[in-house]
């Protein structure tokens, strides 16, 4: 267990949809990171929080956005989903100077 | 922009054997080089990370190495056992962009 968790575990929703995974970091930790992991296009980095401030962003299309809070935990919300989102969802988190990261448990999403 | 080829993409080994994945990465300002094993449908775990100003780092059965020269660094794994069995990620953190950047993965098979 890496002290990070991440809710749903599992998501069925319907194309057009809009849904929101959370992630609470290990505590102490004040980056949070989101990965989207799919078959054919591995572990993708999408964007970087540390302490509530956006730090880097990788592939994370506009339909996507993300929010750290005040008590550092992160939401990923994705709109008008289309078939090609469902994957699985990681969230990571680190202590702020450091580069470790250590992954949760993941939210898995199907899009129907 | 960053880049990291990772190879084999699948690797099967007798148990006891070793097994080797090689990477490289485009950046060469990265500095950290962490490596994960995934199993299936879990969450990619950290077993080994080596930062730029060593060459080598073992862990009992474990050891990376790096060649910043050529950019270039490996896992090996010594008498791999069946549970060593998983999908393995190496990744290399960007100079500039501090984004963590995978490997396409190695999915390792140990036969007993």
């Known amino acids: 267990d890496s002290g990070v968790t991440q809710t749903p575990k599992h998501l069925i929703t319907a194309t057009g949809q809009r849904v929101t995974l959370r992630c609470s970091p290990r505590s102490g930790d004040l980056s949070v990171y989101w990965y989207q992991q799919s078959l054919d296009q591995g572990l993708q980095f999408l964007i970087q929080y540390y302490n509530g401030e956006e730090r880097a962003k990788g592939n994370i299309l506009e339909r996507f956005s993300a929010q750290q809070f005040p008590d550092l935990h992160s939401e990923l919300n994705l709109s008008s989903l289309e078939l090609g989102d469902s994957a699985l969802y990681f969230c990571a988190s680190s202590v702020g100077g450091t580069p470790t990261q250590y992954f949760g448990p993941g939210t898995r999403l199907l899009v129907l | 922009g960053e880049n990291v080829e990772q190879h084999p993409s699948t690797l099967s080994v007798q148990e006891g054997d070793s097994a080797v994945i090689k990477c490289t990465y485009s950046?060469?300002?990265?500095?950290?080089f962490p490596w994960y094993k995934q199993e299936l449908g879990k969450r990619p775990q950290l077993i080994i990370d080596i930062r730029s100003n060593v060459g080598e780092k073992k862990d009992q059965r474990i050891a990376v190495t790096l060649n910043k020269t050529a950019k270039h660094f490996s896992l090996h794994i010594t008498e791999t056992q069946p549970e060593d069995s998983a999908v393995y990620f190496c990744a290399a953190l960007g100079g500039a962009t501090n984004k963590l950047i995978f490997g396409t993965g190695t999915l390792l098979a140990v036969q007993p």
């Open positions: 950046d060469s300002a990265s500095n950290y």
